[in-house]
């Protein structure tokens, strides 16, 4: 089993941040990546629907012979972490906004979250909000409209920068000196944000720390690669067109074939 693929998925191409991560700190493993593109935005479904997908992929990962998963989606976390954990028997991770190393870095006491509707209304979240509530003030904000612009190749530009100007600024004006970014979708956007917010405040992703925990998961588990060699992705997704391979191309930094995945 030890050879086998890590399985990551998200709604879309926004878990690429992480996987890019996870390459990173795991250059000799196989890796899988499933964008589930058809149905993005996650953000404005219900659990149930999130669940289903959450499952439907993951068994198709589990059928390409995962030795584990990463959810590399903080709205699928919320949604269905814990069903996930209690369906399947091989190492689950998630990512959850990074609230614990903002509240750390701030030095207002006040921290901005950006994530989608369906994140920032969960009851995961809001039980994540109240661990910290004591150490700082913790003010959110949903983005719809962010990860379709990138899905649709708009991750660059006027029109996402004018929405992300519209997002943070709330935050800020509220006293917020560090911003989390609660979506994977939205690493892919810090280079904007930096340049909108200024070089003074901070900004929390939280890939590397799921890469870390991700090296740590398969150690304990004793799932490591014994592979010296550089590890492959495969990429899938239930969107594939024209301009698919070249999206994915961007965010990835090399290019990639990507197959369907339905
Ligand atoms: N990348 C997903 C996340 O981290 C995006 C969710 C969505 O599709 O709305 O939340």
New binding site residues.
Partial sequence: MNNNPIGIF???V??LSVARSIREKLPNEDMVYIADSLN?????KSDEFISMRSSYIIDHLIGMKAKAVVV??????VSAIDMLRNNYSIPIIG?EPGIKPAVAASKSGTIGVL??E??VNSVSFQNLVNRFSDEAHIETQSCPGL?ELMETHKFEGHEIRYMLERYVMPLLEKGADTIVM?????AFLTKILREIIGSELKIINTYQAVAIETSRQLNVNNLLTSNTKDGDTEFLSSNVHEKTALLFEKLWGEPVIVSGFA
């Avoid at 993005?40 to 404005?44: C, E, K, R, S, T």
């Fill in positions: 998200d709604s879309g926004g878990g993005a935005p996650y953000g404005n590399a989606c903080n709205t699928a976390t990512v994530a989608t369906q994140t990860v609660g979506c994977t979708h939205f």
